[in-house]
């Protein structure tokens, strides 16, 4: 069964930097696309960041290039966020994804809080 852990999160001043990580069990991840979404009170759930199998090719959502930076290590299959300069708007819960790259569907972690105080 797979099962996704996230970690990291919490509560920082604007311009501030946090990470999130997320460690997958239960399977073989070499070809699953990993990456993180986030959901704002009353708002839908928006794709932040994602990255390829191989680590090579990254995807960032307008709204956070040049702060966010998405890597992964096949090693431990973890994929991390790190969100440098942080905004307001950035508060959200943070949520883990990982698919199999031919799949529309995959897994969901439990989701971490991100609070950027205005």
């Known amino acids: 069964q797979v099962q996704l852990v996230e970690s990291g999160g919490g509560l920082v001043q604007a311009g501030g930097s946090l990470s999130v990580s997320c460690a997958a069990s239960?399977?073989?991840?070499?070809?699953?696309?990993m990456g993180w979404f986030r959901q704002a009170p009353g708002k839908e759930r928006e794709s932040v960041a994602r990255?390829?199998?191989?680590?090579?090719?990254?995807y960032y959502a307008d709204s956070v290039k040049g702060r966010f930076t998405i890597s992964r290590d096949s090693a431990t299959d973890t994929v991390f966020l790190q969100m440098n300069n942080l905004k307001p708007e950035d508060t959200a819960v943070y949520y883990c994804?990982?698919?199999?790259?031919?799949?529309?569907?995959?897994?969901w972690g439990q989701g971490t809080q991100v609070t950027v105080p205005s």
């Open positions: 994804n990982i698919r199999p790259i031919h799949m529309s569907v995959g897994y």
């Open positions: 990255i390829s199998r191989s680590g090579e090719s990254t």
């Open positions: 239960g399977g073989t991840f070499s070809n699953y696309v």
